[in-house]
């Protein structure tokens, strides 16, 4: 099994960038799509980007064009870069993997944008 662990998170002013990265603790190639979830307080969890195994990407509208999600199967870690962000961006950001099977989770990473 994979255990993935998410990292990066921390206090950002608006309009600044975060990188996030997603580290597995084993090979991501069993992933056929991995992605980042977020959840902010009251909130239900969100989607917001997935990658798949051949390196297709989709983003929801609240951060396409601001967030650029990536994989590096060498690495076994996968990266959400995270540009011009904005205070409705604080949430508590997870990755996630998924086999036919399984969802894999991290526990999460705090991300706090000031205004």
């Known amino acids: 099994q994979v255990q993935l662990v998410e990292s990066g998170g921390g206090l950002v002013q608006a309009g600044g960038s975060l990188r996030l990265s997603c580290a597995g603790s084993?090979?991501?190639?069993?992933?056929?799509?991995m992605g980042w979830h977020r959840q902010a307080p009251g909130k239900q969890r969100e989607w917001i980007a997935t990658?798949?195994?051949?390196?297709?990407?989709n983003y929801a509208r609240s951060v396409k064009g601001r967030f650029t999600i990536s994989r590096d199967n060498a690495q076994n870690t996968m990266y959400l870069q995270m540009n011009r962000l904005k205070p409705d961006d604080s949430a508590v950001y997870y990755c996630?993997?998924?086999?036919?099977?399984?969802?894999?989770w991290g526990q999460g990473t705090q991300v706090t944008v000031s205004s």
């Open positions: 084993g090979s991501i190639s069993s992933f056929g799509a």
């Open positions: 996630n993997g998924l086999t036919v099977t399984r969802n894999y």
């Open positions: 990658i798949t195994s051949g390196g297709t990407t």
